[in-house]
């Protein structure tokens, strides 16, 4: 059952997405920011946990996760450090995610040679 | 001056061509007119560092095989026009570092190859000149880099794109009789339908094509079947639908109307609505139709190249796409 919601949500909101890119002049771009904003703001209402507790992976899975987990490591910090941890906290949960994708980003470089 | 314009047409008694050539990428030469080109590539990098030298190379192919055919050396040309569609068109000059003869950098985008034509027939018409060299060329993924997205980055394309052709068209234009001449040339005026879909060229593009052909007609006090054939540059099978709707308003009724992007391509082809592109026009028409203008298929045609002057900063700063089209006309002597 879990991964038929996995699936169901997931699929969800990448439909959502084609269907704003096939019927607007957006894009890819500006769908994604939207996407990490909409995520963002689900959460600042204690929104996205009941999501991703209902659809798990499906939840977690897609960029609005991303926005998700940003507020929540910003508001997680607010706890301890008050106002200033919205800034300390905003890279907390993410950081694994954003070191990885340098990491690769600069193997790739080093073995490949960018020519376009 | 003994041939005056009329409107912003010039009927053209000497100009003539001597020789074409075309040199042409993967996609173009599997193409249905694959068989037409002189050359064709079967990479995108012809074995060079980049696409930008792989595009220059396309050039000097073309330029060679033309000299070739027409038995003339280098020295024997009183100017080169070249245009591409790179930034500063950057083919066109550095390619021209390697040329001794005088060298015009000209650009219209995707119309370049009518621009080029038409300048170097009123050259030639005035007697200035004797044999004028005109090349276009493009490449894929330089156009693809510069006016949409990076080549490695995995978009959906939208249904309405259009895709660059591959290759590079030498044509030798002189004033020593031959068997085609340059008969007729109109002159195109900047059209902004106020279109501002970089994705969606041909709607651009399909009024500032029409807007030359009527000009074309009026001034020059003709039907449209007058022409065997009327090809349009690159308005691809949508902008091509657009424009009929618009001569069947106006009451124009070609013999045969076609466009040069549905003719480069087969429609099984990743090509979306067909090809776009300074080649795209050039291929098909020295090409292909030259070809069939030789065989004794064709006894006159119109060419309407179209050019999208689109800049991707000003796309950006949502402004629309103004668009020209350089008319010629073709005929057997």
């Known amino acids: 059952m879990n991964y038929i919601l996995a699936f169901l949500f997931c699929g969800f909101v990448c439909l959502i997405a084609q269907i704003i890119y096939d019927n607007s002049d957006l894009t890819p771009g500006h769908i994604i920011c939207i996407f990490v904003v909409i995520g963002s703001l689900l959460d600042a209402f204690d929104m996205y946990d009941t999501l991703v507790s209902i659809f798990h992976a499906g939840a977690l899975l897609p960029i609005t996760s991303f926005g998700h987990s940003l507020t929540h490591g910003a508001l997680e910090a607010t706890k301890e450090f008050g106002v200033f941890g919205l800034a300390l906290g905003m890279f907390d949960l993410t950081a694994a995610g954003i070191s990885s994708a340098i990491l690769f980003a600069f193997l790739i470089a080093l073995f490949s040679r960018p020519r376009s | ?333």
């Open chain 2, 1 to 333: 001056m003994p041939f005056p314009i009329s409107g912003s047409s010039f009927q053209l008694q000497n100009v003539y061509i001597e020789s074409v050539a075309t040199s042409a990428g993967k996609l173009e030469g599997e193409g249905p007119i694959g068989n037409y080109f002189d050359l064709v590539y079967h990479d995108n990098y012809l074995g060079k560092d980049s696409y930008e030298l792989a595009e220059i190379q396309m050039i000097e192919d073309a330029l060679q095989i033309s000299l070739e055919k027409a038995g003339v050396i280098q020295k024997e040309i009183d100017l080169f026009i070249g245009s591409d569609l790179n930034n500063q068109i950057t083919a066109t000059n550095y390619f021209s570092k390697r040329l001794e003869r005088p060298m015009y950098g000209i650009y219209s985008a995707c119309a370049s190859v009518g621009q080029g034509i038409q300048l170097g027939s009123l050259l030639l018409e005035n007697e200035a000149m004797e044999r004028i060299n005109i090349f276009v060329s493009s490449h894929n993924a330089c156009a693809e880099r510069q006016f949409r997205y990076p080549n490695e980055y995995g978009i959906q394309k939208p249904i309405t794109s259009t895709f660059t052709a591959t290759g590079a068209v030498n044509i030798l234009l002189s004033t020593e009789k031959s068997k085609v001449r340059v008969e007729s040339i109109t002159l195109g005026r900047v059209i902004d339908m106020l279109q501002t879909n970089p994705n969606d060229m041909g709607k651009a593009m399909a009024p500032s094509a029409f807007d030359t052909l009527k000009n074309h007609l009026k001034d020059l006090k003709r039907k449209a079947d007058y022409y065997d054939l009327i090809v349009t540059g690159d308005l691809s099978s949508y902008g091509k639908k657009i424009m009929e709707v618009m001569m069947e308003r106006e009451g124009i009724v070609p013999k045969e109307y076609n466009d040069c992007g549905c003719l480069l391509y087969d429609s099984t082809q990743p090509v979306f609505q067909g090809g776009s592109g300074p080649t795209c026009s050039g291929l098909v028409t020295f090409g292909y139709l030259y070809q069939k203008i030789l065989q004794g298929k064709y006894q006159r045609i119109l060419v309407l190249p179209t050019g999208a002057l689109l800049n991707p900063v000003m796309t950006n700063q949502k402004q629309s796409i103004p668009c020209i089209s350089h008319a010629f006309s073709l005929e057997v002597v």
